[in-house]
């Protein structure tokens, strides 16, 4: 996108009625508040290893707890947490709970770092343009060179 098109974007000045505004707000905070739950579960590494391991597909908790060093009350805590976020989701199909990954929370994720990235892009972009510009007036020769 150039800089005549994002001039022309800004610009467009949006008029939004309380009562949208509100109901945006309430889904940012509401956004916000899964994704702290989220980025503080896989805060932990057993938690981030757990979610790495269902991403292969899903599995039974025994199977989750086998090459963990750590009890199996303490993986189903762990899993407990990644439930509570939605990162996780399982049933009990007789004596066995099968934990599977939830992709659609991750998609929420990727969606904030997808944000925050074009954000830097775009201010990258503006400081690459300014450079250019800066360079183009600058016509200086480097120190030490004569002309």
């Known amino acids: ?34 994704l702290d739950a989220v980025f503080a579960a896989l805060a932990d590494p057993t938690r981030r290893r757990l979610v790495e391991r269902l991403g292969d597909g899903p599995a039974a908790v025994s199977e989750l707890a086998r090459p963990l060093p750590m009890s199996l009350p303490a993986v189903v805590q762990h899993l407990q947490v990644l439930e509570a976020c939605g990162l996780v989701r399982s049933e009990k199909v007789g004596r066995v709970r099968t934990c599977r990954l939830e992709v659609t929370q991750l ?41």
């Not at 505004?21 to 940012?28: A, Q």
């Not at 998609?107 to 183009?136: F, K, N, P």
């Open 107 to 147: 998609q929420t994720v990727q969606d904030w770092i997808d944000a925050r990235r074009r954000g830097w892009e775009r201010r990258l972009d503006r400081l690459g343009d300014y450079l250019a510009s800066t360079a183009e007036t600058d016509q200086r020769p480097p120190k030490g060179e004569i002309q």
């Open 1 to 34: 996108m150039g800089r005549h098109e994002r001039r022309k974007i800004a610009e467009t000045a949006v008029r939004v009625d309380s009562a949208t505004l509100k109901r945006i707000l309430k889904r940012v905070l509401n956004q916000t508040a899964e």
